[in-house]
């Protein structure tokens, strides 16, 4: 696990620096994830200071958020914590493209299938360039 912090300067500059590479032994349980990234927040003593804490949708993630909540003041968290879970929005986006990608994969494939006919060999590019000139 990698745990990146983003914060403000002094002089209103975004930060981000990567704070800690952590080891997590399998299995990666809701448990495990909350334990090792509450040692880290507290080693960096951030626990007071977090606003947001951004993951992906894997649902051992949304358990292990909740178990961070219960272990963290909730006069702490901005709004209560409502704002705490933040879902990776590139995590997201991978989703929709891959979803957007599979509806339309037998014309990806016919299209590569129909290129790679017309590039097997010189004569058929040949005949290719020919058509399109036309």
């Not at 002089?11 to 040692?39: D, G, K, N």
């Not at 992906?56 to 709004?79: G, R």
């Amino acid at each position: 696990m990698t745990v990146t912090a983003h914060f403000i300067d002094e002089s209103w500059t975004l930060q981000s620096r990567i704070i800690r590479f952590i080891y997590v032994p399998c299995p990666h349980t809701a448990e495990t994830l909350s334990e090792a990234l509450m040692s880290c927040l507290l080693d960096w003593n951030i626990d007071r200071k977090l606003s947001t804490l951004t993951v992906d949708n894997c649902t051992t993630n949304d358990a292990m958020i909740h178990m961070i909540c219960d272990k963290l003041p909730c006069s702490s968290l901005m709004l209560g914590g409502n704002l705490f879970h933040m879902r990776c929005c590139a995590h997201i986006l991978n989703l929709i493209v891959r979803a957007g990608l599979s509806a339309i994969e037998t014309g990806i494939e016919a299209i590569r299938d129909s290129v790679a006919f017309w590039t097997a060999t010189p004569k058929r590019v040949e005949k290719f360039e020919e058509a399109a000139r036309h």
